[in-house]
């Protein structure tokens, strides 16, 4: 190697390192915002996180993060995977095998609600009922099923949401008797079946995801009630 080149190469990479060193800041700082959405207190985040003197909000932290991670690759460096990412990139692979996807919501004093998505041909077709408290009966007068979107806007839908990269499980203890909820995703070729669930407790963008599948269930989430399904 030439010493023109030796140089080169140590002073592109002593930069990346940098911001190699940048990204994994903003990961930690990150991720620590999702295990403890509900409260920032005890935690100290780092000036580069912040907007005009205020701390950012978890969507921003992780605009930053791509941003970060997109420079690094421009300059021909690669950046340290963090476990969400790793969770995304696997579901994002097999996302075009899914056939089905169960959003099942409910709590002790009403009833549960179950909302069933199903790819057929080339469409999703959306399915509900409710299942009223302390019976086995289906309130038929609840039950729709309508086409909602296209299959392709399905899969588009679930990788804008990141629903890949959310946790297995939340869970807010300090509440009692209230939302219980699971989202069980089916892929074919006998993959196995991802659950996510969670009590009184839910991801950053759940809010979101309630309006993109028409829900309107995850009131907790500080979701409204309006939305309609699309008719055939």
Do not use: C
């Not at 990961?27 to 409260?39: G, I, L, N, V």
């Not at 420079?71 to 995977?81: A, D």
């Not at 729709?144 to 946790?167: I, N, P, Q, Y």
Request: aromatic share 12%; net charge negative; no cysteine.
């Amino acid at each position: 190697m030439r010493i023109e080149d030796f140089f080169h190469e140590y002073n592109h990479r002593h930069e990346n390192d940098d911001l190699v060193g940048e990204i994994e800041e903003i990961q930690d700082y990150w991720q620590k915002m999702r295990q403890s959405r509900r409260s920032l207190m005890g935690f100290a985040p780092e000036e580069l996180l912040r907007t005009d003197g205020q701390i950012m909000e978890s969507d921003q932290v992780y605009e930053q993060l791509i941003e970060k991670k997109a420079e690094l690759i421009s300059h021909g460096g690669s950046y340290p995977l963090m476990e969400t990412d790793l969770r995304e990139a696997g579901f994002n692979h097999k996302i075009e095998t899914i056939d089905k996807m169960e959003v099942i919501t409910g709590d002790y004093m009403w009833g549960q609600q179950n909302n069933t998505f199903t790819v057929v041909g080339d469409d999703l077709i959306a399915s509900s009922y409710f299942v009223k408290m302390g019976t086995e009966e289906t309130d038929d007068l609840n039950f729709k099923s309508d086409r909602l979107m296209a299959k392709t806007d399905f899969f588009r839908a679930l990788k804008d949401l990141r629903v890949g990269s959310w946790e297995r499980k939340y869970v807010d203890e300090s509440v009692m008797d209230a939302t219980q909820w699971s989202v069980h995703i089916y892929f074919n070729h006998g993959l196995e079946v991802l659950t996510i669930e969670g009590s009184n407790d839910y991801p950053d963008n759940m809010e979101e995801f309630n309006r993109v599948f028409d829900l309107n269930v995850f009131d907790d989430a500080g979701v409204d009630d309006e939305g309609e399904f699309v008719e055939l």
